[in-house]
């Protein structure tokens, strides 16, 4: 996994944004919102007001920083990695329930 150019690449971007002071603490305030909105979620429970408005805040800040978004194409790219691997392991037992 850790051969594969999507790791390599998402390693780089993260490097990248971890790097630079400001570029990291914008990062890291986007990841809190989001993890609050999930938990949220996660906990059958609807964000309020303040933590959408906190990550609409934040989302639209990451815009100005190149980093993040390289960071962001990297995570889908290994993400879509992910997926091809859990399809590829995961075909056979699916191909049982076929029969």
């Known amino acids: 996994m850790v051969e594969t150019p999507q790791y390599k690449n998402l390693a780089e971007a993260l490097k990248a944004v971890r790097e630079d002071e400001k570029t990291n603490e914008v990062f890291t305030r986007f990841q809190s919102a989001q993890i609050a909105i999930n938990d949220a979620m996660q906990a059958g429970e609807e964000p309020d007001e303040a933590q959408i408005a906190a990550w609409q ?15 962001m ?27």
Do not use: F
């Open 57 to 71: 805040t934040v989302a639209q800040e990451i815009e100005e920083y190149d980093a993040i978004e390289k960071l």
């Open 73 to 99: 194409e990297s995570e889908q790219a290994m993400n879509q990695l992910l997926m091809e691997i859990n399809n590829t392991l995961t075909k056979p037992i699916a191909d049982l329930y076929q029969d």
